[in-house]
């Protein structure tokens, strides 16, 4: 991956600071990932909204930098340490930044952190837990990238769940390993990562109990412990995007409880390409306008009754919206290849995130993107709509992108991630390598060739 500079910027795509992407073979917009869930609706919406309250939220982490983290308050803040030694904390940083920093980055302007805390190993999670305890405002969320390297972890979650605390925890990035037991059966909301076509990153660990999706990869526009824009990612990257979007429908309805929040989040959700063939991975793709929007009736027709929402959660009808009409630059946008102002596509991109399993408002994007020269972005919409009308076509290409990140070197390709889909040319590909006639390494491609050999292929209808 490097930073395209060339590319001239389109009309709709909000760059900021930042420069396009160039990935494996084609460009992504530098916050595809805030783009795809509609992080920036939610937030434009959010401030037509009077007197909404700020959410309290703690993240739980390796440790932050201060003055690169937007508070509310002045509170203490966790510095990151080697021994006795402070360092950098960059990945604190960039879990903040992705929640409530400024601009385009992150998905919410209504949290107040109350606690910033370094955690891992376990130790520090029982001095996290007691300081919490001890708060005169509670978190209401806590945003945990970190994974737990004890089982007795597990008991504070369950203590911290009882409290109403919702706890968000990043599901890993060791995959094909599987999730270890004390985590997958947490009281929490687990989080993988999707990579910029919607595939599920490679490394994103899964279980039965993952809960959802949201995009990361290694491509994730977000802030350094210096303050400098950087790419961050992976299960951390795609946790805090799920943190800040609960403390957004909780600052609407602070009742939510984790079993309503983890329905929502799942009735919401955009159809994944694995559901269709995994025996036990059915997470969706996070979908963050379309859960915010659900959450928003639910406000309207219960205010916080607990009761109210609940039975309202019910009503199919609240997740249905109906479609409004689009202009007929943004119909034409296919055939014209015309370039879409912002208004346009942010009017486009609402009615695909409310109505997802509607394909015609996917392969608009598509064309929109792919009219500005973001053929990663194109893609990603081409494959949402190929899931519902066409998954052998997807199947197919998703073999085709294997070979070709076999044969180019692309090693952390989603499209090498599920060896059951491809077919025996990816086999062929590896073999080239093996002999020195693609750019992957033959210490790579006789892994994957093992895994190959070993894996029982699926056929998609």
Not at 435 to 441: P, S
Request: charge should be negative.
């Amino acid at each position: 991956m490097v930073l395209f500079n060339t590319i001239q910027a389109g009309a709709f795509v909000e760059l900021e600071k930042r420069q396009p992407l160039l990935v494996e073979d084609g460009r992504l917009t530098p916050y595809w990932a805030q783009e795809y869930i509609g992080a920036d609706l939610v937030k434009e919406e959010m401030r037509q909204m009077p007197n909404l309250p700020r959410v309290p939220m703690a993240v739980y982490d390796v440790g932050f930098e201060k003055e690169h983290i937007n508070l509310a308050f002045d509170i203490p803040v966790d510095r990151a340490m080697n021994g006795n030694r402070p360092i950098k904390g960059h990945h604190g940083t960039s879990v903040a930044a992705l929640i409530n920093g400024k601009g385009m980055v992150s998905v919410s302007e209504f949290v107040n952190y109350v606690q910033l805390k370094k955690v891992s190993p376990a130790v520090f999670y029982f001095g996290a837990v007691r300081e919490l305890k001890e708060l005169p405002v509670k978190p209401q969320v806590i945003s945990n990238s970190m994974g737990w390297t004890s089982e007795s972890v597990l008991e504070l979650a369950t203590e911290v769940d009882q409290m109403g605390i919702i706890w968000v925890m990043a599901a890993g990035n060791d995959h094909p390993s599987e999730i270890v037991e004390h985590e997958r059966v947490a009281p929490v909301i687990s989080v993988g990562s999707y990579s910029p076509r919607g595939l599920q990153t490679l490394s994103s660990q899964e279980s039965d109990q993952l809960d959802i999706l949201a995009p990361a990869d290694e491509y994730q526009a977000a802030i350094d412990g210096n303050g400098q824009e950087i790419l961050f990612g992976e299960t951390s990257g795609a946790t805090p995007l799920i943190s800040g979007s609960i403390a957004n429908a909780r600052a609407l309805i602070p009742s939510l409880s984790r079993a309503q929040v983890e329905a929502l989040i799942k009735r919401t959700a955009i159809r994944s390409f694995h559901s269709l063939y995994s025996e036990k991975n059915k997470a969706g793709l996070f979908n963050a306008y379309r859960f915010f929007r659900v959450v928003q009736r639910l406000h309207a027709a219960c205010g916080s009754n607990a009761s109210c929402v609940q039975v309202q959660m019910d009503s199919r009808q609240n997740y249905l919206f109906e479609g409004k009409s689009l202009s007929p630059r943004i119909q034409s946008v296919c055939q014209s290849k015309h370039a879409l102002a912002k208004a346009e596509i942010n009017s486009l991109r609402a009615q695909y995130l409310l109505n997802a399993e509607q394909t015609a408002y996917a392969r608009l994007l598509s064309c929109a993107y792919r009219n500005e020269g973001y053929s990663i972005n194109a893609d990603y919409y081409e494959n949402v709509a190929l899931i519902h009308e066409n998954p052998k076509a997807l199947q197919n290409k998703i073999q085709t992108q294997a070979v070709q990140a076999v044969l180019h070197g692309y090693n952390a390709s989603a499209a090498l991630r599920d060896l059951q889909i491809l077919n025996d040319s990816f086999r062929e590909a590896l073999l080239k390598a093996q002999a020195g006639e693609a750019e992957m390494t033959d210490y790579r491609a006789g892994e994957l060739l093992k895994a190959y050999d070993n894996t029982t292929k699926v056929e998609i209808p």
